[in-house]
């Protein structure tokens, strides 16, 4: 008689291979590439939350919770630590961009009546900007606060597809005195805008172009050296058309790396423009920000989902984003 424990042991391995595959082929989580000093291999990027009404502008909390803006919902939404979900502000005037002034106010881009200025705490609520030169702001889209209080923010106009052709966009600064300059008027599409740690480069994606633009920033906030910083991986241009690199949100880690989102996912460089590596998002990628209690988890919103993943170097402790 042939025992039937070889058997059993052979059926009990089978069903565990089948157990553990059916588990991966259900995990939702794609994993992380190794990008020295950015992020280890094999970390999960987590899904916390699908189904939003549009997700955009994400800044750190001072506590390392998240806020970002859910744009078709016309709300500001709040994530615990503990990845819980809530509404921070709601009729948020079509709020996009977020940013923190010095003395603690949070500040928007506003695309419903379009408009720069402090949403919360509600009683200092305030219209900074809504136009330039009696001509109206066209729909704002991002911004970044300087350590003095000037504000810099991009005005690309409505969204147009890559084979429309291009309309006025600019990029702005308003000066802490409340002085509006309009700095450049050359880029395709202006989309996010961010400052190098130590506040004297400016960086502005460009969404319809082949690269990250770089300018030099001088004591007044003033802007020069216009040049090509970084060549985006995302960047596709086909036959008949204007060329995307569906490049958006942007963010710096406390030591000046940046790190784009775009059609390729978020793609990092070194201070010097060096493209050190792309971190694949699923879906949609437009933009992103460091949080959490020690600003070493990156959180990344786009098509309605918001992810997170831990990364190697923190953001910077100097500002929110």
Partial sequence: MVSSRPRALALAVAVLAMSHAASSAADPDPVTPTIAGVVAGGIKIRLIKDGLNGSE???????????????????????????????????????????????????????????????????????WVDGFEATPLRRPNDLVIDRKGGVYFTDPGPFRKADEPASPTAVYYRTPAGELRRIATDITWPNGIQLSPEERVLYVA????????????????????????????????????????????????????????????????????????????????????????????????????????????????????
């Fill in 206 to 321: 460009d969404t319809h172009g082949e690269f990250v633009i770089a300018y030099d920033v001088a004591d007044d906030g003033s802007v020069s050296n216009r040049r090509n910083f970084a060549r985006l991986q995302g960047w596709n241009k086909p036959e008949n058309g204007n060329g995307s690199s569906g490049a958006d949100g942007l963010a710096v880690d406390s030591l000046g790396r940046l790190y784009v989102a775009s059609s390729a996912g978020i793609e990092v460089f070194d201070a010097a423009g060096k493209a050190l590596g792309v971190i694949p998002i699923p879906g949609q990628t437009q933009n992103l920000a460091f949080a959490g209690p020690d600003k070493k988890t990156l959180y990344v919103v786009g098509g309605g989902k918001l992810y997170r993943f831990a990364v190697l170097t923190p953001g910077l402790s100097t500002r929110a984003k």
């Fill in 57 to 127: 502008g994400p800044i750190a909390q001072p506590d390392g919770s998240l806020l970002f803006t859910e744009t078709r919902a016309n709300r500001i939404v709040h994530v615990g630590l503990d990845d819980k979900i809530g509404s921070f502000l709601e009729n948020s005037n079509g709020s996009n961009g977020l940013a923190y002034a010095p003395g603690g106010e949070l500040v928007s881009v506003q695309t419903a009546k379009a408009s720069v200025g402090v949403v919360y705490p509600k009683d200092k609520a305030k219209v």
